[in-house]
């Protein structure tokens, strides 16, 4: 089954939706894929807001940084509900600046992983070293390697002597944990299968605010580790 796109933006920033829509033009316009624009909206009545002919999916969160994960876990729930069996491809309003982005989405959605495929993105040193995110986490190779509860993959600072590809940090420098393997650069969006979007909301029992993660991809990963 082809996968679903959600292109994570805000009210602040439909310069970005328009920009994207025209560098991805060819790709939106074909008629078997399907896609949103997700936006939130804390006041909003109902959980979701659904505008089909503008491409357009509105949650009932917070609609700034921080609220992130849980704007983007009310999108999984939506497209659960209305496409139980649809896996998803996740990128930002600003996606596609570098040719290694654009020949992934393309990828991605063209030719979806096969079924015992639940996790996959850019690999990270497939980004250039200007332009690598490394605040994000690697998802899938966050999960494969298992680590204890609490342990957070966090890159540390560029301006440090350490390698963010082999070490891994928290936010308080509690403990380091030394690792050697690739990376996904989340920044460059992700593929989760239909499963791991299930698991994922079983995890959190359908409530967002359960959420007290601020890095969506580091949450996901949590998640699917823990199954």
Request: charge should be positive.
């Amino acid at each position: 089954m082809s996968s679903f796109l959600l292109v994570i933006s805000c009210q602040a920033y439909r310069h970005r939706q328009e920009q994207f829509k025209s560098r991805f033009s060819q790709l939106l316009g074909q008629p078997s894929l399907e896609w949103v624009v997700v936006e939130a909206q804390p006041s909003l009545e109902q959980p979701f807001l659904y505008d089909e002919d503008n491409h357009r999916l509105t949650v009932r969160t917070g609609d700034g940084y921080l609220d992130l994960p849980k704007k983007l876990f009310s999108a999984f729930m939506w497209l659960n509900h209305t496409r139980p069996s649809a896996n998803m491809v996740k990128v930002d309003d600003d996606y596609g600046e570098l040719p290694s982005q654009v020949s992934w989405l393309e990828h991605i959605l063209k030719q979806p992983p096969g079924p015992t495929v639940h996790y996959t993105g850019l690999k990270w040193v497939d980004v250039p070293k200007a332009k690598r995110d490394i605040t994000q986490t690697c998802l899938a190779s966050y999960y494969l390697k298992g680590l204890a509860p609490g342990q957070a993959p966090l890159f540390p600072s560029s301006k440090g002597k350490r390698k963010p590809q082999n070490r891994l940090v928290s936010h308080d420098g509690r403990y380091q944990v030394v690792y050697s393997g690739g990376w996904y650069d989340g920044g460059s969006g992700y593929y989760l299968s239909a499963q791991a979007l299930l698991t994922i909301l079983r995890h959190y029992n359908g409530d967002p605010e359960q959420i007290k993660e601020i890095y969506e991809d580091k949450c996901w990963g949590d998640c699917l580790r823990l199954k």
